[in-house]
């Protein structure tokens, strides 16, 4: 049996306009689940105005909490464009090169964005190229293995969940089934 007491939230959760309500929504999950959560940006910090020893600052106290966490969930619901937040994968990769396990989930509007390439024909387009390969328009290759997500995030997820929502960026369903599979991981 695996002990997971703790659980580090990845996402862009903290940079919605609902921050708080959301992470606090996640926080309850979390303790109802028994888990204790963590999230970037709460530990404390020295520096309070934007800058680089500030980057550096948060940088050293999100490894520190991901290094404390007995596992991880991340939210890739696509950010910014037809992909996950770019530290939400960073922060699964950290977790994973520590062997603690990765559970995951997207929220999508539609079932048509369920699907990685899909997502990023219908965002920012794409084509087949002469040689028979899906590009973007900046001509490179589009993975295309009918996954969510690049294989990358999409393969080191114990458990990926793709959910359909009106509300992307306020959906916390797939918190609690990550919380569901990552129990039954540990038992």
């Not at 109802?32 to 520096?47: I, K, N, Q, R, S």
Request: charge should be negative; hydrophobic fraction near 45%; charged fraction near 25%.
């Amino acid at each position: 049996m695996r002990r997971i007491s703790s659980v580090y939230l990845s996402g862009p959760e903290r940079w919605t306009l609902g921050a708080a309500d959301l992470m606090g929504r996640q926080r309850r999950l979390c303790a109802a689940a028994g888990v204790e959560p963590l999230f970037a940006g709460d530990t404390p910090l020295v520096e309070r105005d934007g800058s680089e020893a500030m980057a550096r600052e948060l940088y050293a106290a999100t490894l520190a909490s991901l290094r404390r966490a007995d596992a991880v969930i991340a939210n890739l619901t696509p950010w910014r464009g037809p992909s996950a937040d770019p530290s939400a994968a960073f922060e699964a990769g950290f977790a994973s090169a520590l062997g603690k396990p990765v559970f995951a989930y997207m929220n999508v509007f539609d079932e048509g964005h369920a699907e990685y390439a899909a997502r990023v024909e219908s965002l920012i387009g794409s084509v087949i190229g002469e040689d028979g390969v899906l590009r973007d328009p900046d001509e490179a290759a589009i993975e295309d293995f009918g996954l969510p997500e690049t294989v990358m995030l999409w393969a080191e997820a114990r458990r990926f969940f793709c959910i359909v929502t009106a509300d992307p960026f306020d959906d916390v369903t797939g918190v609690g089934l990550c919380l569901e599979a990552m129990k039954a991981y540990a038992d």
